[in-house]
C-alpha cells in the first residue's frame, strides 16, 4: 500500500510540473489524472519492487500521462478526460517496469522459483521480454476488441450525437442534471 502512495503522490506532482512548464498554468485536472496514472503504473509491479523504484515509476507515470494526452490530442484523438492515457499509456508502463524493477524478493516464502527479477536486479532481458510481449498482447487485444466492437456498434445504430447535441451536451438529457451548471452556450 505505501508504494502506491509514494508513487501516486509523485505521479501527480509530476504532471502538475510538467503541464505548468509547458503551459506556464497550474492544471489541477492535469494532476489528477497524474495521481491516477501513478496508481494504474505501480498496481502491476507492487508487490515485485522497492520503494525506490516506486517512487520513479510513479515519476515516469505522471510525464507519460501529460506527454499521452498531448500526443493524443494532437492526432485528433477524442478522449476528453484522458482515460487513455491514464489507463492505457500507464497500464503498459506499469506492466513494462515490472521486467526493469522486479528486484527478486515476492515469492521467497513460496516453495516455486525462479523469482521475478527485472533487468536492473540482475535478471537479463528475460522477464523485460516477457512484460513487453504481455503488454503488447494486451494492447492489441484492447485496441483490437474496442476498435471491433465500436465500429459495429457504428454501423448497427450510431455511437455519435449531432453536432448541435455536442455543444448543448448531454448531462440534462442522459442524467437529469448540469454537470457544470454555470457554463452556458449560445445558441445562433
Same mark, same amino acid.
Given at each position: 500500500?505505501?508504494?502506491?502512495?509514494?508513487?501516486?503522490?509523485?505521479?501527480?506532482?509530476?504532471?502538475?510540473?510538467?503541464?505548468?512548464?509547458?503551459?506556464?498554468?497550474?492544471?489541477?485536472?492535469?494532476?489528477?489524472?497524474?495521481?491516477?496514472? #501513478?496508481?494504474? !503504473?505501480?498496481?502491476? /509491479?507492487? *508487490?515485485?519492487?522497492?520503494?525506490?523504484?516506486?517512487?520513479?515509476?510513479? &515519476? $515516469? @507515470?505522471?510525464?507519460?500521462?501529460?506527454?499521452?494526452?498531448?500526443?493524443?490530442?494532437?492526432?485528433?484523438?477524442?478522449?476528453?478526460?484522458?482515460?487513455?492515457?491514464?489507463?492505457?499509456?500507464?497500464?503498459?508502463?506499469?506492466?513494462?517496469?515490472?521486467?526493469?524493477?522486479?528486484?527478486?524478493?515476492? #515469492?521467497?516464502? !513460496?516453495?516455486?522459483? /525462479?523469482? *521475478?527479477?527485472?533487468?536492473?536486479?540482475?535478471?537479463?532481458?528475460?522477464? &523485460? $521480454? @516477457?512484460?513487453?510481449?504481455?503488454?503488447?498482447?494486451?494492447?492489441?487485444?484492447?485496441?483490437?476488441?474496442?476498435?471491433?466492437?465500436?465500429?459495429?456498434?457504428?454501423?448497427?445504430?450510431?455511437?455519435?450525437?449531432?453536432?448541435?447535441?455536442?455543444?448543448?451536451?448531454?448531462?440534462?438529457?442522459?442524467? #437529469?442534471?448540469? !454537470?457544470?451548471?454555470?457554463?452556458?452556450?449560445?445558441?445562433?
Amino acid at each position: 500500500m505505501k508504494r502506491k502512495v509514494e508513487s501516486e503522490k509523485l505521479s501527480a506532482f509530476a504532471a502538475l510540473m510538467l503541464v505548468f512548464l509547458k503551459t506556464k498554468k497550474w492544471d489541477v485536472g492535469m494532476m489528477l489524472n497524474g495521481c491516477l496514472a #501513478g496508481l494504474v !503504473a505501480i498496481t502491476a /509491479p507492487c *508487490a515485485w519492487v522497492e520503494a525506490w523504484a516506486a517512487v520513479v515509476i510513479g &515519476l $515516469i @507515470a505522471g510525464v507519460l500521462v501529460v506527454l499521452s494526452v498531448y500526443t493524443l490530442e494532437g492526432l485528433g484523438v477524442d478522449d476528453p478526460v484522458g482515460a487513455v492515457s491514464v489507463h492505457g499509456t500507464n497500464g503498459l508502463w506499469g506492466l513494462i517496469s515490472v521486467g526493469l524493477f522486479a528486484d527478486g524478493t515476492y #515469492g521467497n516464502y !513460496a516453495t516455486v522459483e /525462479p523469482f *521475478a527479477k527485472g533487468l536492473f536486479y540482475g535478471g537479463g532481458t528475460g522477464q &523485460l $521480454i @516477457a512484460q513487453l510481449i504481455g503488454a503488447a498482447t494486451a494492447a492489441i487485444w484492447a485496441f483490437g476488441l474496442g476498435f471491433l466492437l465500436f465500429k459495429i456498434m457504428d454501423l448497427c445504430f450510431g455511437i455519435r450525437v449531432s453536432p448541435e447535441e455536442e455543444l448543448k451536451g448531454l448531462d440534462v438529457p442522459e442524467h #437529469g442534471t448540469p !454537470a457544470y451548471p454555470n457554463f452556458y452556450t449560445i445558441n445562433s
